[in-house]
């Protein structure tokens, strides 16, 4: 019976992982609140791992936000982030663990990164300002994973996510992602009988979504990927992994497709006084894709149950 840790238990991704893991006879899945366990306190993580005898490590935890929070606290998210990463590695490594999963983001590429965005552009350009302290603590967590690998032949592995979205979601009306954001919004016009729904920007835009449940099963055929094949499709000095579909639509395409799921009738109409951000943002894949791993959920399936967690869980969003 493999004991396996997954910090960030109740996020998104975490829970999405522990669900999948929950159908292995083999696994027994250790978990802690942040009540019982802060990650950021280097002792009491290190005493955690002294104690429980981990197998495994799942490293799900982080501090997220969108731009407003990024850019208000900069500082949270850098110090916060690489003491979470920095204690869990490091008492991992103290305790004789040899199998951890750390899971990144895609913003750690340059801000003008060449589409698709392939692992090997980590670190050569600059990084998009308005997250740049995440991005840093995200790339520092790749490199302590290397590193240990390097020094003490750990077997630390790392992925990088591109837009993910589904159950356990954040559906707040200002601080959400965008498809939790517009599904909030085209299901509270159905059900006010608006005529019309405005969405930000131009809508040309292109972006890439990845449904939760595909990113917990990516990661965790990953982190069971014999070492052999692993390490033959991976470099020592850029060893981390991208997660995605491969495919991606523009945002004008996603929102159509979002009032279609949610059944909004009205007008769609774009504000094109607000930004579009970033022109295209899109994973290279065909290293996950060459170790055997390929997304099954697609667009419309995904939205159509994250929709319905929402549904099932809307009372937690109300205001």
């Not at 996020?11 to 990650?39: P, W």
């Not at 998210?77 to 199998?99: D, P, R, T, V, W």
Request: hydrophobic letters at 40%; a negative charge.
């Amino acid at each position: 019976m493999k004991r396996v840790f997954v910090a960030g238990h109740s996020g998104m991704v975490g829970s999405a992982i522990v669900r999948q893991l929950g159908h292995e006879d083999n696994v027994e899945i250790i978990v802690r609140t942040r009540k019982e366990l802060d990650l950021a306190n280097q002792q009491a993580v290190f005493e955690f791992f002294k104690n429980e005898k981990i197998d495994q490590v799942y490293l799900a935890a982080a501090k997220v936000g969108g731009i407003v929070a990024n850019n208000t606290y900069p500082a949270d998210f850098i110090y916060e982030n690489l003491m979470i990463q920095c204690n869990i590695i490091h008492s991992a490594h103290l305790a004789g663990i040899q199998k951890l999963l750390f899971l990144g983001s895609s913003c750690i590429y340059p801000k003008l990164a060449e589409q698709p965005m392939s692992e090997s552009a980590l670190l050569t350009g600059t990084l998009e300002e308005t997250n740049e302290p995440y991005a840093v603590a995200k790339i520092a967590g790749i490199k302590l994973c290397e590193s240990y690998n390097r020094q003490y032949a750990r077997d630390y592995r790392s992925v990088m996510p591109t837009n993910l979205y589904g159950a356990f979601d954040n559906f707040h009306p200002e601080n959400s992602h965008v498809i939790p954001a517009l599904l909030r919004r085209f299901h509270e016009a159905k059900l006010n009988n608006d005529k019309e729904v405005i969405a930000w920007g131009s809508g040309k835009p292109m972006r890439e979504f990845l449904y939760v449940d595909d990113m917990a099963a990516a990661s965790i055929h990953v982190m069971e990927l014999d070492k052999v094949i692993y390490d033959e499709n991976t470099e020592p000095m850029l060893s981390h992994i991208n997660v995605g579909t491969g495919v991606d639509c523009t945002i004008r395409e996603l929102v159509e497709t979002v009032a279609k799921v949610i059944g909004f009738e009205g007008e769609v109409k774009f504000d094109t006084t607000k930004p579009d951000g970033a022109p295209r943002k899109l994973m290279n894949i065909n290293r996950l894709e060459s170790l055997g791993w390929k997304h099954s959920i697609s667009l419309k399936d995904g939205l159509e149950l994250a929709y319905k967690w929402f549904l099932d869980n809307q009372d937690q969003f109300r205001k």
